[in-house]
Nanobody, 123 residues
Framework: QVQLQESGPGLVKPSQTLSLTCTVS???????????WSWIRQPPGKGLEWIGY???????YYSPSLKSRTSISRDTSKNQFTLQLSSVTPEDTALYYC??????????????WGQGTQVTVSS
């Protein structure tokens, strides 16, 4: 059973960088398969918003709307991948999830999710 667990500060001040780590168990993120190790968020009262992903090779892809502020990296020795979102504002307040995604016939799906971690941007 693959497990994902988010960790990081729950409160970030405006203009600072939000940093979250996802620790993956029972599956290596560097395994040569096309899973997309993803970050997704849900602002209060809104739907899910995809942030970006990293794949087994270390290649990344980001949402165009967040690309200028987003960086996803990995530590294969710890089987973790990390989200950094810079210059945060209160609009970045959300429940942040890490998840494992895949595509079948062009259709995206996510089969494993972390429990989510609340991040609030406030001074």
């Amino acid at each position: 059973q693959v497990q994902l667990q988010e960790s990081g500060p729950g409160l970030v001040k405006p203009s600072q960088t939000l940093s979250l780590t996802c620790t993956v168990s029972s599956y290596s993120i560097s395994t040569y398969t096309y899973y997309y190790w993803s970050w997704i968020r849900q602002p209060p009262g809104k739907g899910l918003e995809w942030i970006g992903y990293i794949v087994y090779s270390g290649s990344t892809y980001y949402s165009p709307s967040l690309k200028s502020r987003t960086s996803i990296s990995r530590d294969t020795s710890k089987n973790q991948f990390t989200l950094q979102l810079s210059s945060v504002t209160p609009e970045d307040t959300a429940l942040y999830y890490c998840a494992r995604g895949y595509k079948t016939g062009g259709i995206w799906s996510y089969d494993y999710w972390g429990q989510g971690t609340q991040v609030t941007v406030s001074s």
